[in-house]
T-cell receptor, first 115, second 114 residues
Framework: ELKVEQNPLFLSMQEGKNYTIYCNYSTTSDRLYWYRQDPGKSLESLFVLLSNGAVKQEGRLMASLDTKARLSTLHITAAVHDLSATYFCAVDMKAGGTSYGKLTFGQGTILTVHP | SQTIHQWPATLVQPVGSPLSLECTVEGTSNPNLYWYRQAAGRGLQLLFYSVGIGQISSEVPQNLSASRPQDRQFILSSKKLLLSDSGFYLC?????????????FGSGTQLSVL
């Protein structure tokens, strides 16, 4: 059974600081996704990482994937209040082949950025 | 462009009552469709997925069922709701690209069973 674990589960940051959210998964997979969710809202796709060593950046967020370590990171640079949300990583249940979007999600990291 | 519609946004139902949540997708054909549930504001769990009309796969045993009567319509149902069915239900559709599947989520339905 594929397990996906995020840490920390709660993150309180000051504006302007840097921090990293970690996502570990238990079995081989070559596709990892990061989503953002605002309170009471749906999920917004942030990044799709498809291969070992993949790095993607959008604004103050940067995601990377190490398939050998089964680890993905979401790095936040110079945090601002607008980044406050819950962040989820998710992993395809199948390695290679067709996955049909059957994702296993981490528990989520609740990020709060304060002045 | 593709859009996904999900309704209602909020639903309060008594225990033992039936349930019907509907999801439709526009702007694409033969999408893969999914129902996910998010309990207590935490991680999502895949409930059902469908790769075509009348083709439903269930991921976890439960009190719910799903149907796909039309290509772009996906329905989540229950004959008798339980308290444990409360949660945030998200419909999603996916598109294949560059070797992967990209998931797009609907706006969600917050279901409270009392």
């Amino acid at each position: 059974e594929l397990k996906v674990e995020q840490n920390p589960l709660f993150l309180s940051m000051q504006e302007g600081k840097n921090y990293t959210i970690y996502c570990n998964y238990s079995t081989t997979s070559d596709r990892l996704y990061w989503y953002r969710q605002d309170p009471g809202k749906s999920l917004e796709s942030l990044f799709v990482l498809l291969s070992n060593g993949a790095v993607k950046q959008e604004g103050r967020l940067m995601a990377s994937l190490d398939t050998k370590a089964r680890l993905s990171t979401l790095h936040i640079t110079a945090a601002v209040h607008d980044l406050s949300a819950t962040y989820f990583c998710a992993v395809d249940m199948k390695a290679g082949g067709t996955s049909y979007g059957k994702l296993t999600f981490g528990q989520g990291t609740i990020l709060t950025v304060h002045p | 462009s593709q859009t996904i519609h999900q309704w209602p946004a909020t639903l309060v139902q008594p225990v033992g009552s039936p349930l019907s949540l509907e999801c439709t997708v526009e702007g694409t054909s033969n999408p893969n469709l999914y129902w996910y549930r998010q309990a207590a504001g935490r991680g999502l769990q895949l409930l059902f997925y469908s790769v075509g009309i009348g083709q439903i796969s269930s991921e976890v045993p439960q009190n719910l069922s799903a149907s796909r009567p039309q290509d772009r319509q996906f329905i989540l149902s229950s004959k008798k709701l339980l308290l444990s069915d409360s949660g945030f239900y998200l419909c999603a559709w996916s598109v294949s690209w560059a070797g992967g599947e990209k998931l797009f989520f609907g706006s969600g339905t917050q279901l409270s069973v009392l």
